[in-house]
């Protein structure tokens, strides 16, 4: 079965950095594209970052020139670098594998908290 395994988060002060870590195991085939999600409590989740197997990127206006989506195939595993982070960058996050391959599902992290505060 698929496990998606996600580390890092914590708390930081304004300015600060952290970087998020996703990893993929139970499944064999190309992982199409890899995406971050973050959600505040009560509030929608919202994309943040994505890469294809390509190695194209996508990020959210509101992360764009501070953080830094990667992916590692050998390893299935997918980082986030955050750098410069305010105090509205806190939130759950959350790690998302796509699959084009039949039966072409996605699947999520358990998610981790990232708390900006001075």
């Known amino acids: 079965q698929v496990q998606i395994v996600q580390s890092g988060g914590g708390l930081v002060q304004p300015g600060g950095s952290l970087t998020l870590s996703c990893a993929v195991s139970?499944?064999?085939?190309?992982?199409?594209?890899m995406h971050w999600y973050r959600q505040i409590p009560g509030k929608t989740r919202d994309f943040v970052a994505a890469?294809?197997?390509?190695?194209?990127?996508n990020y959210h206006s509101s992360v764009k020139d501070r953080f830094t989506i990667s992916r590692d195939d050998s390893k299935r595993t997918s980082e986030l670098r955050m750098n410069n982070l305010k105090l509205e960058d806190t939130a759950v996050y959350y790690c998302?594998?796509?699959?084009?391959?039949?039966?072409?599902?996605?699947?999520w992290g358990q998610g981790t908290q990232v708390t900006v505060s001075s």
């Open positions: 890469i294809t197997s390509g190695g194209d990127t």
């Open positions: 139970g499944i064999n085939f190309t992982i199409f594209a």
């Open positions: 998302n594998a796509y699959y084009r391959e039949t039966p072409r599902q996605s699947y």
